[in-house]
C-alpha cells in the first residue's frame, strides 16, 4: 500500500469508529450491526464492569448485538473516543486501540439492579478490522474497562 491508500484506510477507519458511537448512542442497532463483519469476535472478560456474558465472550456480530441491545434497555448513554492509535498491516486488515470514556444513565429499572443513578466509566477498545469492499468493519473487539465510577 501506499502512503495515500494508508491515509485512505485510517481516515475510514476513523469514521466506522465514529459511527459506532453515535449509533450505539442513538441505539440504532441496526445501523450499529452494519460496522461489524458476521464473525466477529468479542472480548469483554478483562473489563472491570462490562462483562457482556458469563466469560465475556462473544461470536458474531448478531449475537453481540443483541446483547448489547438487551443490556442497554432503559439506559441513555454517551460514549466517547479518543485518540485512535492505527495500524494498517495490509491492505484489507488493521488495528486500532481507542482510549475511551463513557455515561450510563440508569432509568427505573436499572436503577434497582445498580443502586445507582449513573455510571461514569473509563478504558481502551483493542480493535482488528478487516476491509470488505470500501468499507472496514470491526472483526474483532476487546474491551478493557480500567475504572468505573458509580454515582
Not at 452494519?34 to 462483562?51: E, G, N
Not at 439506559?75 to 485518540?83: F, Q, R, S, Y
Request: with cysteine; charged share 30%; aromatic share 12%.
Amino acid at each position: 500500500m501506499d502512503k495515500i491508500d494508508r491515509l485512505t484506510a485510517i481516515e475510514q477507519i476513523r469514521k466506522t469508529k465514529a459511527r459506532y458511537f453515535r449509533y450505539v448512542d442513538a441505539k440504532d442497532w441496526e445501523a450499529w450491526r452494519t460496522l461489524f463483519t458476521d464473525d466477529l469476535v468479542v472480548d469483554s472478560s478483562a473489563s472491570t464492569s462490562a462483562k457482556l456474558s458469563d466469560d465475556g465472550r462473544i461470536n458474531g456480530a448478531d449475537a453481540f448485538v443483541a446483547m448489547v441491545k438487551n443490556v442497554l434497555t432503559d439506559i441513555e448513554t454517551i460514549h466517547h473516543g479518543h485518540m485512535g492509535e492505527i495500524e494498517v498491516l495490509g491492505p484489507h486488515e488493521a488495528t486500532a486501540v481507542w482510549a475511551m470514556q463513557d455515561w450510563l444513565y440508569f432509568g427505573p429499572t436499572k436503577k434497582e439492579i445498580r443502586k445507582a443513578d449513573m455510571m461514569e466509566g473509563w478504558g481502551y477498545y483493542f480493535e482488528r478490522y478487516r476491509r470488505l469492499g470500501d468499507e472496514w468493519l470491526i472483526c474483532e473487539w476487546k474491551h478493557v474497562r480500567t475504572r468505573s465510577e458509580y454515582r
